[in-house]
T-cell receptor, first 114, second 115 residues
Framework: QKEVEQNSGPLSVPEGAIASLNCTYSDRVSQSFFWYRQYSGKSPELIMSIYSNGDKEDGRFTAQLNKASQYVSLLIRDSQPSDSATYLCAVNIGSGGGADGLTFGKGTHLIIQP | DAGVIQSPRHEVTEMGQEVTLRCKPISGHNSLFWYRQTMMRGLELLIYFNNNVPIDDSGMPEDRFSAKMPNASFSTLKIQPSEPRDSAVYFC?????????????FGSGTRLTVV
């Protein structure tokens, strides 16, 4: 059974601070990892992807991956009220047919306090 | 690119009625996924297609649910008869491959309310 676990929150962070979102997954052969942002009443929007161990930076966002610990995180620097949303972690199964696609966590509700 | 297009955006129907949700994937994407999202269960994969062929429908809750993809640019999800517990937001997503390696692009969703 593939699982992706996230703390549901809410996670409250003051404006301008760093928001840290965490995700663990159970499938050791997973190869690609994603963070989606979902505003209330909207659809999930892909904001970050990461495939290798280490850090990947894109503007104010940094994704971190540790395959040995089966752990992926998202850091948001200089948090803005517009970052308030639910953040979904998604993980795919490994290759060799990998037909099961993405498994999503239930999301972490992030609130940026002005 | 217009993205993944779903219709209708909102649907309110009475229990027992047939409901049909529609999806147009991104042109060139050969994989299409139907998800259901509720507060309790999060995003659940119902069924997905690769090159218009249904690959895995193990997430379809019961026989009341059916999905088709007659061509590369159109898919439907049908619920017959509908029940109040089917109330949820239904998302369609498409991708250039079925493994999820490059992630998915979601449509805007259909909010279904069955009364």
């Amino acid at each position: 059974q593939k699982e992706v676990e996230q703390n549901s929150g809410p996670l409250s962070v003051p404006e301008g601070a760093i928001a840290s979102l965490n995700c663990t997954y159970s499938d050791r052969v997973s190869q690609s990892f994603f963070w989606y942002r979902q505003y209330s009443g909207k659809s999930p929007e892909l904001i970050m992807s990461i495939y290798s161990n280490g850090d990947k930076e894109d503007g104010r966002f940094t994704a971190q991956l540790n395959k040995a610990s089966q752990y992926v995180s998202l850091l948001i620097r200089d948090s803005q009220p517009s970052d308030s949303a639910t953040y979904l972690c998604a993980v795919n199964i490994g290759s060799g047919g990998g037909a099961d696609g993405l498994t999503f966590g239930k999301g972490t509700h992030l609130i940026i306090q002005p | 690119d217009a993205g993944v297009i779903q219709s209708p955006r909102h649907e309110v129907t009475e229990m027992g009625q047939e409901v049909t949700l529609r999806c147009k994937p991104i042109s060139g994407h050969n994989s299409l996924f139907w998800y259901r999202q509720t507060m309790m269960r999060g995003l659940e994969l119902l069924i997905y297609f690769n090159n218009n062929v249904p690959i895995d429908d193990s997430g379809m809750p019961e026989d009341r649910f059916s999905a088709k993809m007659p061509n590369a640019s159109f898919s439907t999800l049908k619920i017959q008869p509908s029940e109040p517990r089917d109330s949820a937001v239904y998302f369609c997503a498409s991708s250039s491959d079925n493994s999820g390696y490059y992630g998915y692009t979601f449509g805007s969703g259909t909010r279904l309310t069955v009364v």
